[in-house]
T-cell receptor, first 111, second 115 residues
């Protein structure tokens, strides 16, 4: 059973701080890793993807991947109240295949 | 709007009725996925297509569920004899099979309530 684990939260951070969201996965052969943001009642929105070990930055977001530790994280710099949402970690076991999702971490950015 | 679209956005039905949902993927995408999401959970995979071929079905997809993508464009998901446990958000996503670029983009979802 391929699993993706996330802390459900809520994770509360003050406005302007760095939010750090973490995810572990069970399938060592997993190829692709994604972070989705989901506002309440809405569908998931893709915000970051990473395929290789290391860091990938896009604006205020940085995704970090460590395949040896089976760990992927998302850093949000200068957190804004509009970043308050559930963040879903998703893993593709074999590249372009169905995603396995974690349950998500609820982030609350306090103004 | 060139994103994934789904119809209807909301559906309320009585137990035992049949329902059908439609998904139109991003036009150049050749893979289409169906997921189901319940409150407090991440999306769970149901089935997916490459062009018109259905490649995989999840064990979640009982024989009451069927999906088609007849011409490799839009897809339909039908649930027969609905049960209260079918109440969920049904999400469609699409991607383009090309090298390592296989990000999946979701539509707005269809929220099903079975009474």
């Amino acid at each position: 059973q391929k699993e993706v684990e996330q802390n459900s939260g809520p994770l509360s951070v003050p406005e302007g701080a760095i939010a750090s969201l973490n995810c572990t996965y069970s399938d060592r052969g997993s190829q692709s890793f994604f972070w989705y943001r989901q506002y309440s009642g809405k569908s998931p929105e893709l915000i970051m993807f990473i395929y290789s070990n290391g860091d990938k930055e896009d604006g205020r977001f940085t995704a970090q991947l460590n395949k040896a530790s089976q760990y992927v994280s998302l850093l949000i710099r200068d957190s804004q109240p509009s970043d308050s949402a559930t963040y879903l970690c998703a893993v593709s076991p074999s590249g372009n295949t169905p995603l396995v999702f974690g349950k998500g971490t609820r982030l609350s950015v306090i103004a | 709007d060139t994103g994934v679209s789904q119809d209807p956005r909301h559906k309320i039905t009585k137990r035992g009725q049949n329902v059908t949902f439609r998904c139109d993927p991003i036009s150049e995408h050749n893979r289409l996925y169906w997921y189901r999401q319940t409150l407090g959970q991440g999306p769970e995979f149901l089935t997916y297509f490459q062009n018109e071929a259905q490649l995989e079905k999840s064990r979640l997809l009982s024989d009451r569920f069927s999906a088609e993508r007849p011409k490799g464009s839009f897809s339909t998901l039908e649930i027969q004899r609905t049960e209260q446990g079918d109440s969920a958000m049904y999400l469609c996503a699409s991607s383009f099979l090309s090298g390592r670029a296989h990000e999946q983009y979701f539509g707005p979802g269809t929220r099903l309530t079975v009474t």
